[in-house]
């Protein structure tokens, strides 16, 4: 299956000298816009999307082309499975089509689920969801949420009790929101102060409540529906008949299964591999592989490795945060590493991940020997 009949010529587009007032007033809750394409002499020059517009050194005066992300070119005979492949590898939720290429239109993340919703009632939420989950509670500001969202590389924080109790949800949609200024009226001089009173205000106060949720035991095509129909970029994952926090479930979740495989080869993504300077995708593959081998009874579906450039620097070398996380017929496991250049925060998330892989594999080997004393027992 490819993407002709999915992709769309129904995009939004601006050019690169656009207001980025502007381009923050197409994200809010009536819209339900996922990002912009920028665009040039029928040229894409990236996009756009809500979290790209979380820095707080940007004012609405600046132009788009200051923000636009780099996107894959997919073209238009592209099958599904990559397409998915390539939105996930680069995160982003949209991407620009060509055709013979020439622009053609775009396609999303939504485009591609509402086309295999129907293939999706195989899978539960507990398959494929996130169970690592970025907390935070209803006490700390809207400041400390946004510096959580940039850090983390995510679009949505549960907020909770200190027991653990969910209450709440912020997103980067509530944010990008939350800072939009209608372009066309005047703001002069105090901007600036505006935005640190408000970044002062607790979560309680701007928090989404209730909040939806879904169950591990649910279909993905049930929480896709919810997703879809309602507007979400993900829900938040609760035990049946509890208020406390299992995991997370977004689009993200739902196209990195469609890349899973059968073939008996380890699929590992690589998201902002140019930051890696020495280090090749296949030597990452084969550390990553040797790793895996050490749990032989794993099956693995998937492995994404996330490079995050930070603003700080030693030495001209910005800071970077590697996450490596496995998906597994098992469990989700995760390392994470921050260094000075993509080799070596990487080589730290590694160390990291190959110690909680062999952890797990130590807490099985520990389960079966209980469960064989406990035979044993009751055979004597």
């Not at 609405?60 to 005979?77: C, F």
């Not at 609760?238 to 196209?255: C, F, I, Q, R, S």
């Not at 001209?316 to 994470?336: E, K």
Request: overall charge negative; some cysteine.
């Amino acid at each position: 299956m490819d993407i002709s009949d999915i992709a769309t010529q129904q995009c939004l587009t601006v050019a690169p000298e656009t207001r980025l007032g502007k381009v923050r007033s197409t994200f809010t809750s009536d819209t339900h816009q996922d990002g912009v394409l920028v665009v040039e002499d029928d040229d894409c020059l990236g996009a756009i999307q809500p979290r790209d517009l979380l820095r707080s050194q940007y004012d609405d005066d600046t132009n788009a082309q200051s923000v636009v992300r780099s996107v894959p070119t997919i073209d238009r005979s592209t099958n599904v499975r990559e397409a998915a492949r390539l939105l996930v590898e680069n995160r982003t939720v949209l991407a620009p089509v060509t055709q013979q290429g020439e622009l053609w239109g775009c396609i999303t993340a939504d485009s591609i689920i509402a086309a295999v919703r129907e293939n999706l009632s195989v899978l539960s939420v507990s398959d494929i969801h996130t169970s690592d989950v970025i907390a935070i509670t209803e006490d700390a500001t809207l400041g400390e949420s946004l510096n959580r969202l940039r850090e983390h590389g995510i679009s949505r924080l549960p907020v909770v009790e200190d027991d653990g109790t969910l209450t709440g949800i912020i997103t980067t949609d509530d944010l990008a929101e939350f800072i939009v200024r209608d372009p066309d009226q005047p703001h002069k001089g105090d901007r600036a102060s505006d935005t640190e009173r408000l970044l002062e205000v607790p979560v309680y106060d701007f928090m989404s409540s209730p909040v939806e949720t879904t169950t591990l035991e649910a279909t993905v095509d049930e929480a896709v529906t919810t997703m879809l129909d309602r507007g979400y970029d993900g829900l938040i994952v609760t035990p049946e008949y509890d208020e406390l926090v299992a995991g997370v479930l977004t689009k993200t979740d739902v196209l990195r299964a469609l890349t899973y495989t059968e073939e008996d080869v380890l699929d590992v993504q690589i998201t902002n591999a140019e930051l890696l300077r020495t280090t090749t995708k296949q030597q990452i593959h084969d550390r990553i592989e040797d790793i895996v081998t050490k749990h032989e009874s794993m099956n693995v579906y998937h492995v994404h490795v996330t490079l995050q450039e930070h603003h700080e620097e030693f030495r001209n070398t910005n800071l970077i945060r590697c996450q490596v996380r496995l998906w597994s017929d098992q469990d989700t496991i995760a390392g994470t590493g921050e260094g000075y250049g993509a080799e070596d925060a990487l080589s730290l998330a590694l160390d990291k991940f190959e110690r909680n892989v062999l952890e797990l594999k130590g807490k099985r080997s520990d389960e079966r020997y209980r469960g064989e004393l406990l035979r044993k027992l009751n055979e004597l």
